[in-house]
């Protein structure tokens, strides 16, 4: 050891803190890795959605995502790791134990050469920003606190599922590619937010009708954030700083613009307008299409599956969805189901077709996945490219299968406990109702003094009462609330000019 330290700079010598297993280069990228991703929902979605829709949900909308953050972060070192990445319990989760133990963290999280706190941290991220994503669905109308339990039931009872049944050691793990979470973060929270959705019901009528951002130029620097922190989501995938990392990045940014500039001339072309909102609706797509794929296909396929994810989600969006009685029926406020569960299946089909089987080799340790089925038409190997392509779709079903029906039960339970969606006086009020706070003002519209939070009178869901309260509006309460809805429809009836 003595002899291996004399020859090393002295940043690179082996100490207490840096046993002769870290490889602090590959250490640095996952840390960095990891908080891009962090950054992506704290505060990309967090803009994003707050800017995304209407004013009066500008509030709600992004602290729905602050929540979730927080609160998936102590379920995540509390059980949640472990039962998508500890030991083998089933065939479709893991163990259930906690992730604080020094021992545990600061241990080599073989067989990569960094410590495993790293892959905990950077698995947590994708974790919360699944949940968040799935928020994308339910907001402006969502009771918050249906949503404070709907958070963690779904992250113990879907997301580590697929993580463990894909990523861990499940049934499909050296079955399915998936290199970064098509299927497990984007076509879960895809076809988990449109199924809630469903439950919650819809957003008011006026709401559902006239939605329009509230801050489009606040809405692209979300939209950056998105952007640019999917350099670390792809990027950290490889825990390592190495060649399949540097082809990873690359090929994200590559999909994404192409798959941005063919929403953007679709738009032009049917709609003689080239619209703010297509244009991040084009670059979700193509960032959810090239995450299975990112490091195992070639550049030229990146182009190819940017082309596709701008066209085919955009058709399903603008196209099918006006013309299909069910998609009408069902309430996805901003399309997380075409812009994820799509784009989603999509990168995921499209990895069984386009994966280069030396890139797979470089990725996967003990690679036994088949090549992509162009390869094996190429190689020779028609049989083994057909067998992953069908593997990819058999992880598809499974994943939507799960989180329709986990979903679906977890909806139903909730609703036995609490309103899932808002009593329809406080849809008419928006933030106010809910939070008792409102985006841009410094304090309530008409008030000459900020409100004092003590003076304030808390809204405490039913199941919190005690037997007996009595539940009736004070005269002061009955009150404020003609006034906040006396104010809603004084905004509804101003003319715009």
């Known amino acids: 050891m003595s ?23 590959d250490n640095a990228w996952q ?12 505060p990309g979605l967090v803009i994003l959605y707050g800017s995304m829709v209407k004013k009066k949900w500008a509030v709600n909308s992004a602290f729905m995502a602050l929540y979730a953050f927080a609160a998936v ?36 999280y073989k067989p990569y050469f960094v410590p495993t706190v790293d892959y905990v941290l950077y698995q947590f991220a994708f974790a919360a920003i699944t949940v968040i994503l799935l928020a994308g669905s339910l907001l402006g109308r969502m009771n918050f606190y249906a949503w404070m339990l709907f958070v963690p039931l779904w992250l113990t009872l879907s997301y580590t599922v697929g993580a463990y049944t894909i990523w861990g050691s499940g049934f499909l793990t050296d079955l399915i590619i998936d290199f970064s979470g098509g299927y497990v973060i984007h076509l879960s929270s895809g076809i988990a937010g449109f199924t809630a959705a469903y439950w919650v019901g819809p957003r008011h009528s006026h709401d559902r009708q006239h939605f329009p951002p509230n801050n489009i130029i606040h809405m692209l620097g979300g939209a950056g954030f998105l952007w640019m922190g999917w350099t ?58 090239i995450t299975p794929a990112a490091g195992i296909v070639d550049t030229w396929a990146a182009v190819v599956m940017g082309g596709l994810s701008g066209s085919i989600p ?40 386009f994966a280069n089987p030396q890139l797979l080799d470089k990725f996967y340790k003990h690679n036994k996945r088949g090549p992509g089925f162009v390869y094996g038409i190429v190689n020779g190997k028609f049989h083994s490219g057909l067998r992953q392509l069908g593997y990819q ?67 405490i869901p039913s199941f919190c009462r005690r037997h007996g309260m009595n539940t009736a509006m004070s005269t002061e309460q ?20």
């Open 31 to 42: 840390l960095t890795a990891a908080t891009m991703v962090g950054l992506q929902s704290i």
């Open 314 to 353: 955009w058709y399903t969006m603008m196209v099918l969805h006006k013309k299909s009685a069910f998609f009408q029926q069902v309430d996805d406020t901003l399309g997380v189901f075409h812009t994820h569960a799509v784009a989603g299946l999509l990168g995921g089909i499209l990895s069984g077709l």
């Open 73 to 108: 972060l102590i379920c995540w070192v509390l059980w949640g790791y472990n039962l998508s990445f500890g030991n083998h319990m089933i065939s479709i989760l893991g163990k259930p134990n906690q992730a604080m133990n020094d021992n545990f963290l600061l241990g080599q």
């Open 478 to 497: 009955a009150e404020n609330r003609q006034n906040m809805l006396s104010k809603a429809d004084g905004l509804k009836t101003t003319p715009h000019h």
């Open 3 to 25: 002899d291996k330290n004399e020859s090393l700079p002295v940043g690179l010598a082996f100490d207490e803190g840096s046993p002769n297993w870290l490889n602090k280069g």
């Open 232 to 289: 670390g989501f792809n990027g950290g995938s490889p825990v390592a700083a190495n060649q399949i990392t540097s082809l990873a990045i690359l090929n994200t940014h590559i999909c994404t613009a192409v798959s941005l500039l063919v929403w953007l001339s679709l738009d032009m072309i049917f709609y003689f307008k080239s619209s703010v909102i297509g244009a991040v609706q084009g670059m979700i797509t193509g960032l959810v299409c």
């Open 393 to 459: 779709l058999e992880g598809a079903l499974f994943v939507t299968a799960w989180n329709v029906v986990v979903t679906s039960l977890i909806c139903i339970l909730i609703s036995r406990i609490i309103n899932l969606r808002m009593d329809e006086d406080d849809l008419e009020i928006g933030d106010d109702a809910a939070h008792g706070e409102e985006a841009y003002a410094l304090w309530g519209d008409g008030e000459r003094h900020p409100p004092l939070r003590f003076h304030m009178t808390p809204k």
